[in-house]
């Protein structure tokens, strides 16, 4: 089991990357960062852009695996996303995991800024783009039309240090389907259950990530291991090994603390380093 830290891309600017770096230090394996544009439309928050602030945590660390959590490629121009992920592989030394999804809130972060929120379109996008980023990233010429990108006489270099590229990790909502089939063709997931009311995500216990796994397999055919992204409060030692019994290969534990004053206790959890 591999440990990591997933922090928001809001609040304060400095307190982010110290959190990085400290968490390079206490022999953390990953450090990941949320990707929104707002949070939310119901009141302001400072947000920052993942990729600069990325940028500046990789040449502050060593050797700590960093990406984002998740980064919704159906707001996102896939020509833009290939320039940006490559160029912080090279500033990691060949660092950096890719998470990708659909994007939420569906409103804040698509609707009010003129993108469009339906489910089908993002779907679309996201297969789109995945398969725009895939071909900028190997470097040779290619053409691309398809329902929502076009490109024409493409060719992009350097291509990452990574071979034979950067590692996506799909994200889905079980019991939703589609987004399982769609990870099953990359290396790696990171499932959550179903937003309920309140509009929380829910984790998933160790019973629905073993099924989420094994529906997985059944649709990856030989294409070889894949990671799997578990998490909840704290670093309860039963509840960690419940999920690697599953087959999770990542853990990554939460300070259990919502709203405004989270980085203090996020920092407390990073400063105790990971279970070993």
């Given at each position: 089991m591999r440990y990591a830290i997933t922090v928001p891309n809001i609040g304060e600017l400095d307190p982010l990357v110290t959190m990085a770096v400290e968490a390079d230090a206490a022999g953390w394996d990953g450090f990941f960062l949320w990707d929104h544009m707002r949070f939310t439309?119901?009141?302001?928050?400072?947000v920052f852009d993942p990729w600069v602030t990325l940028g500046a945590i990789a040449v502050r660390t060593e050797r700590i695996r960093i990406g984002t959590m998740i980064t919704p490629i159906p707001r996102r121009?896939?020509?833009?996303?290939?320039?940006?992920t490559v160029t912080l592989d090279h500033?990691?030394?060949?660092?950096?995991?890719?998470?990708?999804?659909?994007g939420y809130?569906?409103?804040?972060?698509?609707?009010?800024?003129?993108e469009d929120p339906d489910e089908r379109v993002r779907a679309e996008k996201l297969d789109e783009g995945l398969e725009l980023l895939e071909?900028?990233?190997r470097g040779e010429p290619f053409d691309f039309d398809g329902r929502h990108f076009h490109v024409r006489e493409a060719q992009f270099l350097p291509t990452p240090v990574q071979v034979p590229?950067?590692?996506?990790?799909?994200?889905?909502?079980?019991?939703?389907?589609?987004?399982?089939?769609?990870?099953?063709?990359f290396d790696g997931v990171c499932p959550i259950g179903v937003v309920g009311d309140e509009g929380i995500p829910a984790d998933l216990g160790p019973e629905d990530l073993?099924?989420?796994?094994a529906y997985i397999r059944e649709h990856r055919g030989d294409r070889g291991s894949f990671d799997v992204a578990a998490g909840g409060v704290g670093l309860d030692a039963e509840r960690i090994?419940?999920?690697?019994?599953?087959?999770?290969?990542?853990?990554?534990?939460?300070?259990?603390?919502?709203?405004?004053?989270?980085?203090?206790?996020?920092?407390?959890l990073i400063r105790c380093g990971p279970p070993r």
């Open positions: 439309k119901d009141f302001p928050v400072s121009r896939p020509w833009k996303l290939a320039r940006e500033l990691s030394g060949g660092r950096v995991i890719l998470g990708v999804g659909l809130p569906p409103d804040a972060d698509f609707e009010l800024l003129g071909r900028f990233w590229r950067i590692p996506i990790w799909v994200a889905g909502m079980w019991p939703n389907r589609a987004p399982f089939r769609r990870a099953a063709r073993a099924a989420v796994i090994a419940a999920y690697e019994e599953a087959g999770a290969t990542w853990y990554f534990p939460s300070a259990g603390v919502e709203g405004p004053d989270w980085a203090e206790p996020t920092l407390e």
